[in-house]
């Protein structure tokens, strides 16, 4: 048969007929649970009378409306077990619903796959590449855990590559098992007699497994895809650990911390430093930095504050120096000794899976229920041509460096490459920030961003926008970058050129590979909404997961990962990434949680929007701090919040407040009527509840409330 679209058109118009037909001659009210109830002993009799011919209608009837979607498909099966009995309704009902399921299949790939397969040909691959090589198994769990609603999976699977055959003989044996318990809930409906019969056990245990399938059926799958993937391994009888955890960064300590806690027995194993990169290289020693080169940009600001001029003295290696020394004093909170001392086996070496239930370390091998992979990520390298002629920076090498660099190029404008070039050129660096973009910070707002582009500029950092980086070349003893911009060739000379383009998950080099857990794009490790890898005892969590690169989110998920596989057997919970805040450690600070503009208008969200500016904000006007804003965003006409941007003083400790309104589902009504004290940065989250009170304010009352009021004046 062609695929002419006129014949499409036809048939499209044909089924639509036949729905609207349904709907306007009321024939849905012919399949209710009453009208079956009511007509059963009709039924019953013209069925003793003319038994194929039964059979043949209802199983027409049946096809035709699960098939067109149509109201009542789970009244006909109930009908069916009421009218033929278990085995006759169960044969029926399985042929007549997998039939229907096919021919909904067939309509959905007719009309629209080769249209959706070219249109989205780039989007679908890896689904098509899934589907060919397990789509029978994913079909049976859906068929026999019923999320998904039956007629949404047949018009889907019809998108897919999925072979027609395999569709129909998988979707007869997976919905076998339901069948069966709707048909004999049918059988038990047809044996009410009186009002007492609802009560029999017969009828309430029918109806009971109806509820308790679901749950039944996805333990059942879960079973068969473990055996399945774990088959092909030796399964210890005993294991040395309830958890190996590999990485001891901020997601693999708290999960250490946690499985200790609840008295399991766990290895830490970690080839570097204990605290990861946040400790190491990260959020620490950043942080550090930023409050050293804030205490010198002070010193400049000095007439802001009513002196007439300062100056700050220092020693760049003995800034430097200071850092090492502030992370020697986190360092204790992340110790071998502490995780020791909380019953952690901590490990220092490097690790290798080399089966689901095994880690090699130090040429030992640990056997293992749970595994944990936390390796964090690293900083993504580009591959430009003449860099690796040079010792280039990165935020993990920076902090060794003991001279200030008089020119300093960073390249990448996130949040790392911002922090660290207002922290280099407030110590005296020449610092020149190109981003390929067009904006800095390209997460935030453009109205963030420009903020900081505009002190980044005022405090002499040269920013470049839309220079993409093409080369470095080396001659002599001058190093220049290469960049393109508008077409033209840019030459940008540098003694140190850090690279700050973001940070890459470590995934390889500990046998991930060769055990064949799944990554997405070779990037990240592929979960799912549990943490868990393809192998269901092998979870994720932190940098290397790859979806909030944040150390706060690495925890987050950690508890997630190390609950769920300690005590997945019992109970499960899905990670919850609903309300997850962040900030820049600029100067301002830029913070944000939940949605801003940007996501909003891109996901087609219809939000208000109010905005205080923190310049009229007294507390930021005595701390000569009174730059800034508050956005918040909310539903239409409802005090909802759906995200916060903050850019100011302190932006970081003040957005608190709305990550917890959010969290706990607090509107702006609830903020405004909470006392604050005065004068305080986190007065600007009242203000601007405020300003979204005054703008929902009731004007026809008031001016009701105006008369009053003149009226009581006499």
């Not at 003991?402 to 660096?429: D, K, M, Y």
């Not at 001659?475 to 840019?490: A, M, P, R, T, Y």
Request: charged letters at 20%; hydrophobic letters at 45%.
């Amino acid at each position: 048969m062609g695929k002419s679209p006129g014949f499409k058109i036809i048939l499209l118009l044909v089924i639509l007929c036949l729905i609207g037909m349904f709907f306007l001659f009321d024939l849905d009210q012919y399949f209710s649970l009453s009208n079956l109830k009511n007509e059963l002993a009709a039924f019953k009799e013209y069925y003793g009378q003319h038994k194929a011919w039964t059979m043949v209608i209802y199983m027409v009837v049946y096809i035709l409306m699960a098939a067109l979607s149509l109201p009542g498909a789970a009244i006909m099966t109930l009908a069916g077990g009421a009218l033929f009995g278990l085995f006759y309704g169960i044969l029926l009902v399985s042929f007549a619903s997998t039939i229907e399921a096919t021919l909904a299949f067939l309509f959905s790939r007719y009309m629209f796959r080769d249209w959706v397969q070219n249109k989205f040909s780039s989007k679908l691959s890896a689904i098509n590449k899934g589907i060919k090589k397990e789509g029978g198994f994913y079909l049976f769990t859906l068929r026999l855990v019923p999320v998904f609603p039956f007629f949404m999976i047949n018009l889907v699977m019809g998108l897919t590559a999925i072979r027609t055959i395999v569709f129909y003989i998988v979707s007869q044996v997976g919905m076998f098992p339901g069948t069966i318990v709707f048909v004999n809930a049918g059988t038990q409906l047809a044996k009410i007699e009186s009002p007492g019969g609802i009560l029999s056990w017969n009828i309430i245990f029918s109806f009971a497994l109806l509820g308790v399938f679901p749950i039944i059926a996805k333990r059942f799958t879960a079973v068969v895809r473990s055996r399945k993937i774990f088959s092909k391994f030796l399964k210890p009888k005993s294991f040395n650990y309830n958890l190996v955890v590999i990485g001891a960064g901020s997601a693999g300590l708290v999960a250490s911390f946690i499985a200790a806690a609840v008295k399991a027995k766990v290895a830490l194993i970690e080839e570097h430093k204990m605290g990861g990169d946040c400790l190491n290289t990260g959020c620490v020693p950043s942080k550090a930095l930023i409050a050293s080169a804030k205490l010198a940009s002070y010193a400049k600001r000095a007439k802001e504050f009513g002196f007439d001029s300062a100056s700050v003295d220092f020693n760049f290696a003995a800034v430097m120096e200071r850092i090492q020394s502030i992370i020697k004093k986190v360092a204790p909170h992340d110790s071998v000794e502490r995780f020791t001392g909380l019953g952690v086996d901590c490990i220092q070496g490097r690790a290798n899976i080399v089966s689901p239930f095994e880690v090699k370390v130090n040429g030992k091998v640990l056997t293992t229920k749970n595994i944990i992979v936390a390796t964090g990520a690293k900083p993504m390298i580009p591959d430009l041509p003449g860099l690796h002629q040079i010792n280039y920076l990165t935020s993990d090498n920076i902090w060794d460096i003991r001279t200030l660099p008089e020119n300093l190029v960073v390249l990448g404008a996130g949040p790392i490459g911002c922090e660290l070039a207002q922290g280099f050129s407030r110590l005296g660096s020449n610092v020149t920030l190109v981003q390929r973009g067009s904006q800095i910070m390209k997460k935030e707002d453009l109205d963030a961003a420009q903020i900081i582009l505009d002190r980044f500029q005022s405090e002499g950092i040269e920013v470049l926008l839309k220079h993409s980086a093409k080369a470095i070349e080396v001659s002599g003893e001058e190093k220049q970058l290469v960049c393109d911009h508008d077409g033209k060739k840019i030459r940008i000379t540098f003694d140190e050129i850090l690279i700050a383009l973001g940070r890459t998950p470590n995934v390889k080099g500990f046998g991930l590979e060769e055990l064949g857990i799944e990554l997405v794009g070779n990037r990240h490790i592929e979960t799912n909404e549990f943490l868990q890898t393809n192998f269901p005892n092998i979870y994720c969590s932190g940098d290397v997961h790859g979806r909030f690169q944040f150390t706060h989110t690495a925890a987050h998920e950690a508890w997630y990962a190390s609950v769920n596989a300690l005590f997945g057997r019992f109970k499960k919970f899905r990670v919850d990434y609903s309300i997850i805040p962040w900030a820049t450690y600029t100067d301002p600070e830029v913070a944000r949680v939940g949605l801003n503009e940007t996501d909003a208008k891109f996901a087609h969200i219809d939000y208000e929007m109010v905005k205080y500016g923190i310049d009229d904000l007294d507390r930021a006007i005595a701390d000569s701090e009174d730059h800034g804003f508050v956005k918040v965003l909310t539903l239409p006409g409802k005090d909802k919040i759906l995200g916060v941007t903050i850019v100011g003083n302190h932006a970081a400790d003040v957005i608190a407040e709305f990550v917890l309104a959010m969290k706990h589902g607090i509107g702006l009504n609830k903020i405004l009527g909470t006392i604050h004290i005065y004068p305080t940065m986190a007065e600007a989250n009242k203000y601007a509840a405020g300003l979204w009170k005054k703008n929902h304010a009731p004007g026809k009352l008031l001016a009701w409330i105006k008369k009053y009021h003149a009226w009581a004046r006499g």
